[in-house]
């Protein structure tokens, strides 16, 4: 059964005589142990598509399910799910972690001592038991965002919704989130993250949805969108420079020798051809260019245009 699914998701915000198009045409489905990236430049409407998926706004159009049933009809459907939006909202700054995990668990339909134990359990796990009575005010920025994941976790949610989850976080913490993110969809939690830090898009995800203007341009496994951007370049580094001869036979099939050295091709079929003419001769190493998630991004978005991914 699908962890999440969202379908046509449309929402307008009306304020005094603005009217806002946040959210035009958005479903997504994420699998349970999925993880998606929900990508967009600022103001794409990722938050507040977030917002509907979990329960927070109503949609204008469209329906939400998580695991099957439809938080805004079904109050139970919201137990099956935990979120870190924006910000850490989703924990009270005067209350301790402790006090913070039982309240929320409660409220997630834990019982009072299921909730004290799952919490404490988490607070060993995020490193957090020397604090778990200091009011969260007086923590770290990246212990309070550990706090935050604690907190969605506290009832064993089945999905996961990440706004921004390493925003303001330094490297070392931004670290600790990626590896806990890791597990916690290895232990079948199905995840949906929004960042604007496309390196860990492109490491945590197994698929991405790339979001402008209300409306999902692409939607693709992550690795798929990769390859079908990237081209089929190759690059070749020899041990030593190669003799003229050679040099010429290569440039003769087509293939770019810099510095004696390094050898670039731009086809598949060439590559059997320029090993063919460096026989035995000993490589540093042969690598495949390819695009990264930020220009493939970048493109997308640039376009504009729902591209066939
Ligand atoms: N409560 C609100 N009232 C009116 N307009 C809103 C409200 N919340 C968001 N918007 C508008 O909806 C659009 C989408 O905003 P949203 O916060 O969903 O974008 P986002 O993709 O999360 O952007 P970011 O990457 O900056 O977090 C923006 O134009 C924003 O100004
Ligand atoms: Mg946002």
Request: hydrophobic content about 40%.
């Amino acid at each position: 059964m699908k962890a999440l699914e969202a379908y046509n998701l449309k929402k307008t915000y009306r304020q005094s005589n603005q009217v806002v198009e946040a959210v035009k045409n958005v479903s997504l489905s994420i699998f349970p142990g999925e993880v998606l990236a929900f990508l967009g430049p600022n103001g794409a409407g990722k938050t507040t598509s977030i917002k509907m998926m979990a329960g927070l706004i109503q949609p204008d159009l469209g329906w939400v399910r998580i695991a099957g049933s439809d938080p805004h009809r079904n109050p139970a459907a919201l137990q099956k799910m935990g979120a870190v939006l924006e910000g850490n909202r989703n924990v009270y700054w005067r209350l301790t972690p402790q006090e913070n995990l039982e309240y929320f668990g409660v409220l997630k339909g834990l019982s009072h001592r299921e909730a004290r134990k799952s919490g404490i359990a988490l607070l060993e796990k995020f490193d957090l038991l020397h604090k778990s009575r200091t009011p969260v005010q007086q923590l770290s920025r990246g212990m309070q965002q550990k706090l935050a994941f604690a907190v969605a976790l506290v009832h064993q949610p089945l999905l996961l919704l990440l706004d921004e989850p390493t925003l303001g976080l330094d490297v070392e913490a931004t670290e600790d989130v990626k590896v806990l993110i890791r597990e916690i969809a290895a232990s079948g939690c199905a995840i949906l993250l929004t960042t604007h830090q496309l390196s860990i898009a492109e490491e945590l995800s197994d698929k991405i949805a790339i979001l402008q203007k209300g409306e999902i341009l692409a939607e693709a496994p992550t690795q798929e969108l990769i390859r079908q951007f990237s081209g089929t370049a190759y690059k070749i580094e020899m041990e030593a420079p190669l003799d003229k001869a050679r040099i010429a036979e290569l440039e003769a099939i087509g293939a770019d020798v810099e510095g004696g050295k390094i050898i670039y091709i731009n086809e598949l079929e060439s590559l059997y051809k320029v090993f063919n003419i460096l026989k035995n001769l000993p490589l540093n190493y042969v690598e495949k260019e390819q695009s990264d998630l930020t220009e493939i991004f970048l493109q997308i978005v640039r376009e504009g245009t729902k591209s066939n991914v």
